[in-house]
């Protein structure tokens, strides 16, 4: 009875030291991926693809131990027009002043109007 009851305070002190790290979601929850294409039905909500060809490399998860856990993470989207920053926790894209007009262009344009 004595052993079985060492055993269980065992087990609940194990479960505790490892349940709250690997219960918190990680800093960045979207991948690369989701964030290319949420930037595309960004840039051009009538058509993503349109605005798929100015990623020029996959997006870049930046400074994660900085943010909360509730916040997410950001990303920064390098395009042909320059870098635009993304933040999970508002999924609010802001684009560089260098970025900024061209995609303002390409929103504006007839194929990109929803």
Same mark, same amino acid.
């Given at each position: *009875?004595?052993?079985?009851? $060492?055993? @269980?305070? *065992? ?25 290319? +294409? ?7 909500? @009538? ?24 916040? @997410? @993470? ?6 042909? $027009? ?8 508002? +999924? ?8 900024? +007009? ?10 990109? +109007?929803?």
């Amino acid at each position: *009875m004595r052993l079985a009851f $060492v055993a @269980g305070i *065992m087990l609940l002190a194990a479960c505790s030291a490892s349940g709250p790290e690997s219960a918190l979601p990680p800093t960045h929850r979207l991948t690369p991926d989701e964030v290319t +294409r949420l930037f595309s039905e960004w840039a051009c909500p @009538g058509r993503p693809s349109l605005a798929s060809v100015l990623v020029r490399l996959s997006p870049v998860a930046v400074d994660p131990e900085s943010q909360p856990q509730s916040q @997410g @993470g950001r990303w920064i989207v390098l395009t042909s $027009v320059g870098s635009v920053s993304f933040r999970e926790s508002t +999924r609010i894209f802001e684009p560089s002043e260098q970025a900024s +007009r061209a995609i303002l262009d390409l929103q504006e344009a007839d194929g990109c +109007r929803p």
